[in-house]
């Protein structure tokens, strides 16, 4: 057993205590941390000392960090907590964007705001707390929660172009919590089952060799099962770039669920070009991934180019992600000014690579709502469903949508008013 040196420690040490809640914040930002981690950081900086700052941080990295996508998580929770003297300040202004002095104007870096909301959260609750005197009257608060679940069905019908930021970030707290399950397909290929619909020939003669070729019974089979793919093409042109915000950081939830259903998650982000954004989706930290995606694709709030944009897709993409029968999930307006023509070829060509292929617009959201552009009345007739997705309730519309193959939408509508 190693002896640890001793510590010029003050009369009433708070070491301890500070690493501890340290440790809380780390957790509640979405690093596994336990007691057992907890202890033995302490130990660690009581074995190492914290007379160097850098000393310090890289003893307390060693023992709270073990993949390397808590690495930024890490650092920002280290720098807010240990290093900046004025962290509240910071945290509070990052929370509260509309309040403006409280510190420098900047944006916040990736899983800043994560940080920021795990400290924020218990740090009105002090460590060690006075016992007060007896003889002092305790304050009771009650809170009125009658109005919670209103509130809540509010933002989920809410449009997000409507919502501020503080519903913004409950938005997306919700849509983290949403799943999109799918129904496995059934393939050709066969397993055994006991109470299999189908003979296994094979199965039965392999059996009836060990018996001088006698068969004494049938062997079944069932078809095999897998998951299917799904490919998002996502519009960040300036029409949409609020939508494309929201829905990216629910197709982050999906791509990070585990057992959610799907075989793979592909992801690809189109305005005046095409860019793919899966391998950024894979990293667990939200914030990370969104800022990695958001510089990956350069042409942000730019203009429209749906067909260009569908036709390299087409050719570069569709043969490494479509095989085996993709569901295929397209967010845009269709405000497109180009060919309409081409565009619909290009439409065609990706409707029938793919198992299904859903539209969600978020015009659609307007009563008076009719297909007279001319880019959306070339991209109606190659679609399964068209359906809205303006706001949370949309895409839990959507996740049930999935489990109904012959579910349309507002497909058959949009197709008459073409008509008539």
């Known amino acids: 057993m190693p002896e640890f040196p001793q510590l010029d420690l003050p009369e009433h040490p708070r070491l301890a205590e500070n690493i501890t809640h340290f440790a809380r914040a780390l957790r509640k930002a979405g690093l596994p941390i336990g007691p057992g981690r907890v202890i033995d950081a302490i130990r660690a900086v009581e074995a190492a000392g914290f007379t160097e700052k850098s000393d310090f941080y890289w003893t307390l990295h060693a023992c709270f960090v073990s993949r390397p996508d808590h690495r930024q998580i ?24 509309s309040l403006r002095g409280v510190a420098e104007e900047r944006a916040a870096e990736a899983a800043e705001k994560r940080a920021a909301e795990a400290l924020l959260d218990g740090a009105d609750a002090p460590v060690d ?7 002092e009257e305790e304050t009771t608060i009650e809170v009125d929660a009658s109005l919670t679940m209103s509130e809540e069905e509010r933002l989920r019908s809410l449009d997000f172009e409507q ?14 919590r949403l799943t999109l399950p799918v129904t496995p397909l059934k393939t ?34 069932t078809p095999r099962t897998r998951w299917p793919a799904l490919v998002t093409l996502c519009d960040i042109s300036g029409s949409m770039s609020q939508y494309s915000r929201m829905v990216l950081h629910f197709l982050h939830a999906v791509a990070n669920e585990k057992g959610a259903g799907w075989a793979k998650v592909h992801a690809f982000t189109f305005g005046t070009r095409l860019t793919n954004i899966t391998r950024h989706l894979a990293n667990r930290d939200v914030d990370a991934a969104l800022a990695a995606a958001g510089a990956e694709a350069q042409d942000w709030e730019g203009g429209t180019r749906i067909g260009d944009c569908l036709h390299a897709f087409n050719r ?11 569901v ?12 309409p023509d081409a565009l619909a070829h290009e439409m065609q060509r990706l409707h029938l ?33 068209f359906r809205a997705g303006h ?24 197709l008459a008013a073409l008509r008539g």
């Open 353 to 385: 690579s793919s198992r299904r292929l859903i539209w969600l617009n978020p015009l659609l959201r307007y009563d008076g709502f009719a297909p007279r552009a001319r880019g959306i009345a070339a991209m109606m007739p190659h679609v399964d469903t």
């Open 391 to 414: 706001s949370i309730a949309s895409i839990e519309d959507l996740a049930q949508s999935l489990s109904r193959p012959d579910d349309m939408g507002e497909k058959a509508r949009m």
């Open 74 to 97: 890490f650092n920002q929770v280290f720098r807010l907590y240990w290093r900046d003297p004025q962290y509240m300040e910071h945290m509070m202004s990052m929370m509260l964007p």
């Open 316 to 326: 570069d993409w569709s043969r490494r992600v479509m095989g085996q029968g993709a």
């Open 328 to 339: 295929v999930l397209l967010i845009t307006d269709g405000l497109d000014r180009g060919d």
């Open 129 to 135: 707390r006075p016992e007060q005197d007896e003889s």
């Open 188 to 221: 050709r290929r066969g397993q055994s089952s006991a109470r299999g619909a189908r003979i296994d020939g094979a199965r039965t003669l392999r059996a009836a060799m060990r018996t001088g070729g006698e068969i004494q019974s049938l062997a079944r089979m």
């Open 163 to 176: 919502m501020s930021t503080e519903e913004i970030a409950r938005a997306k707290r919700m849509l983290s």
